[in-house]
């Protein structure tokens, strides 16, 4: 999951566009473009509210890797020079080629996301007669407290098949890159990356969401880079839905596109809005349902942005200012506006070291001068 966000970024000019070639397509009926919209909104929406509540069940079990505010800083910079990288490499090296290694790549991480986010489904569905038998594969380096964990993997029976059942997609989407295929694994990437990306307070994703914000608007109306890559990209790092659903059935091809990384980055900030909500204790989850409305209604702006402008639009660009403002309006009425900036997912964290650091410090031998006293 390290490299999927700084990958689907390269998406990120796809928000909501149309293929290049024109003369190609079916022409898109008002209908058809109403269910590809909808379709698109839907599936955007879809993975931000279950990747946010398997966030919180993801947080209780163990405790993730956060981002810090030097992360959150860098991650514009990082992302815009692996950005560049692609756009480099295209002009230099035959697409063809990149996207076959691309294809490959993408199939196994495909299969993985998919089968983690399908291995609940499976276990429900799966016979009692087929019974959960659970393995653990471990391989470590050293003993005791300096052991170094290389393989510390637990699965079940029911993973298995849900692995199996994972590989016949991928097969798919290998041999066919058929659209159906292409979404299984996107919501399945977008789904896991809200569930195991996480901000540690709101400074860190006001500090990333403003940061992209920049980075979204400066390459794609500022160069030629982000709409290159994203036209060369070959990869299941988009949800698309076709516009000529209702007049080719599945065998259309003039799709609406959003890419990922304009579900994953306002995902993960709108799950950290979820954890608030539960620390705060209280029976409903206003922030999140808040933030989530606004998000609906930022992708619905964009949308209508690009019919009026008849050009691509950087989603982040509407996205970051309803996803932002909104909680801290909320909060600013509800009096939560320090709450919300105080609150941290692990403020037992400090506590800890500090508790570590003083033992440490109790076992130490006493010096010489302690000695003689």
């Given at each position: 999951?390290?490299?999927?966000?700084?990958?689907?970024?390269?998406?990120?000019?796809?928000?909501?566009?149309?293929?290049?070639?024109?003369?190609?397509?079916?022409?898109?009926?008002?209908?058809?473009?109403?269910?590809?919209?909808?379709?698109?909104?839907?599936?955007?929406?879809?993975?931000?509210?279950?990747?946010?509540?398997?966030?919180?069940?993801?947080?209780?079990?163990?405790?993730?890797?956060?981002?810090?505010?030097?992360?959150?800083?860098?991650?514009?910079?990082?992302?815009?020079?692996?950005?560049?990288?692609?756009?480099?490499?295209?002009?230099?090296?035959?697409?063809?080629?990149?996207?076959?290694?691309?294809?490959?790549?993408?199939?196994?991480?495909?299969?993985?996301?998919?089968?983690h986010l399908l291995s609940p489904i499976i276990g429900k569905l799966v016979p009692a007669a087929i019974p959960n038998i659970p393995y653990h594969i471990m391989f470590k380096q050293g003993e005791g407290d300096t052991a170094q964990y290389i393989i510390d993997y637990r699965f079940s029976t029911y993973d298995v098949v849900s692995l199996v059942v994972s590989s016949f997609v991928?097969?798919?989407?290998?041999?066919?890159?058929?659209?159906?295929?292409?979404?299984?694994?996107?919501?399945?990437?977008?789904?896991?990356?809200?569930?195991?990306?996480?901000?540690?307070?709101?400074?860190?994703?006001?500090?990333?969401?403003?940061?992209?914000?920049?980075?979204?608007?400066f390459w794609v109306f500022g160069t030629d880079v982000m709409v290159t890559v994203a036209k060369s990209f070959e990869a299941p790092i988009k949800l698309v839905f076709p516009q000529d659903l209702l007049t080719n059935g599945l065998a259309a091809n003039n799709f609406a596109m959003l890419g990922l990384g304009d579900i994953v980055v306002p995902g993960i900030f709108i799950a950290l809005l979820l954890r608030f909500d539960h620390s705060l204790k209280r029976k409903t989850k206003t922030y999140f349902h808040a933030t989530v409305i606004a998000y609906f209604m930022g992708l619905m702006v964009t949308i209508f942005i690009m019919h009026v402008f008849k050009h691509a639009q950087p989603a982040l660009l509407y996205l970051v200012p309803a996803c932002l403002g909104t909680p801290m309006a909320l909060a600013l009425v509800k009096g939560?506006?320090?709450?919300?900036?105080?609150?941290?997912?692990?403020?037992?964290?400090?506590?800890?070291?500090?508790?570590?650091?003083?033992?440490?410090?109790?076992?130490?031998?006493?010096s010489k001068k302690e000695k003689v006293k």
């Open positions: 999951m390290d490299n999927l966000v700084p990958n689907i970024l390269a998406q990120t000019a796809e928000n909501l566009t149309e293929n290049a070639n024109k003369t190609e397509k079916t022409p898109s009926t008002p209908e058809g473009m109403a269910v590809a919209y909808g379709s698109i909104v839907f599936m955007a929406i879809l993975p931000i509210i279950f990747g946010s509540y398997r966030s919180v069940v993801y947080h209780k079990e163990k405790k993730p890797e956060k981002m810090t505010k030097k992360d959150a800083a860098m991650f514009p910079i990082m992302a815009s020079l692996a950005l560049l990288g692609l756009y480099i490499i295209f002009h230099l090296f035959s697409k063809e080629y990149i996207n076959l290694f691309l294809t490959g790549y993408f199939f196994f991480l495909g299969i993985l996301a998919l089968s991928g097969a798919w989407y290998l041999l066919q890159k058929h659209w159906v295929a292409n979404n299984l694994f996107g919501l399945a990437f977008a789904v896991n990356a809200v569930e195991f990306l996480h901000l540690n307070n709101v400074v860190t994703g006001c500090i990333l969401l403003c940061g992209l914000f920049f980075y979204d608007i939560d506006l320090t709450a919300l900036f105080k609150y941290e997912d692990s403020p037992n964290d400090k506590e800890d070291e500090q508790k570590i650091e003083s033992k440490e410090v109790k076992q130490q031998p006493p």
